[in-house]
């Protein structure tokens, strides 16, 4: 399910500081992207960031949720989205902080992909 327009004003103000935050649906769900970079997915009003193999361990607290996912084939597909933790709605600066690290992680991963992938292009 896509984000409500009250989710998606509400995460279009907090994440500012990030850049120029917009959010485009995509395959039922909701990308949240930053200057053209896609580095969050929301699915039922709920926030997932970015990870990689970068950022693991700093996101670690938000491991004990799934990750997003979808099957296909009879197989889970992880996409490498982790649900952002609850206390951050609550904690501008810490909501902040944890989106430049999925930033991050969607940096590495676009230019693995040669800036292909994410993009709000």
């Known amino acids: ?9 509400f995460l279009r103000d907090q994440l500012a500081p ?13 990308g949240v992207f930053c200057d053209g970079l896609m580095f969050g997915m929301v699915s ?10 970068g950022n ?7 491991a004990v949720e799934p990750p ?14 982790w649900r952002a933790p609850e206390r951050l709605f609550d904690d501008p600066d810490a909501f902040v902080a ?6 991050g992680a969607a940096r590495r991963i676009s230019a693995r992909w040669g800036g292909k992938q994410g993009s709000a292009g």
């Open 68 to 81: 997003l996912s979808y099957v296909k084939k009879g197989e889970t597909i992880d996409l490498s989205f």
């Open 98 to 103: 944890w989106g430049r690290v999925a930033m």
């Open 44 to 53: 039922d009003n709920m926030l997932y960031l970015r990870v990689d193999e």
């Open 18 to 30: 990030l850049g120029h935050i917009t959010l485009r649906r995509m395959f039922g769900k909701t």
């Open 1 to 9: 399910m896509v984000a409500s327009a009250s989710f998606a004003e």
């Open 56 to 62: 693991r361990e700093a996101f670690k607290e938000a």
